[in-house]
């Protein structure tokens, strides 16, 4: 089992700044991925980024050049540094670990925090 604690989220204006942080915890494996997904009101969870343990990452259109993805490998934390957030970035952000074991891919989730971006 894999244990995920998110915080982070919070209030904030259009055009700020917040920063996520994921710790992992439990029976973590050497070659595994991070990311975050999002959820707003009414829509389905959608991938934000993702970075694997060799550091190569992956982002949606929507957040290119705004987010960026970062790990601590001796931490087993993830981070989402969120610039110049938008109206639309305002969801529930949720935490996500992947490793396979075996034949099979184990994902783990956490909580989620809410970002809401508002005047």
């Known amino acids: 089992q894999v244990q995920l604690v998110e915080s982070g989220g919070g209030l904030v204006q259009p055009g700020g700044s917040l920063r996520l942080s994921c710790a992992a915890s439990?029976?973590?494996?050497?070659?595994?991925?991070m990311g975050w997904y999002r959820q707003a009101p009414g829509k389905q969870r959608e991938l934000v980024a993702t970075?694997?343990?060799?550091?190569?990452?992956n982002y949606a259109n929507s957040v290119k050049g705004r987010f960026t993805i970062s790990r601590d490998s001796a931490k087993n934390t993830v981070y989402l540094q969120m610039n110049s957030l938008k109206p639309e970035d305002t969801a529930v952000y949720y935490c996500?670990?992947?490793?396979?074991?075996?034949?099979?891919?184990?994902?783990?989730w956490g909580q989620g925090t809410q970002v809401t971006v508002s005047s």
């Open positions: 996500n670990y992947v490793h396979r074991d075996g034949n099979s891919d184990l994902s783990y």
């Open positions: 439990g029976s973590i494996f050497s070659i595994n991925k």
């Open positions: 970075i694997t343990n060799t550091k190569s990452t």
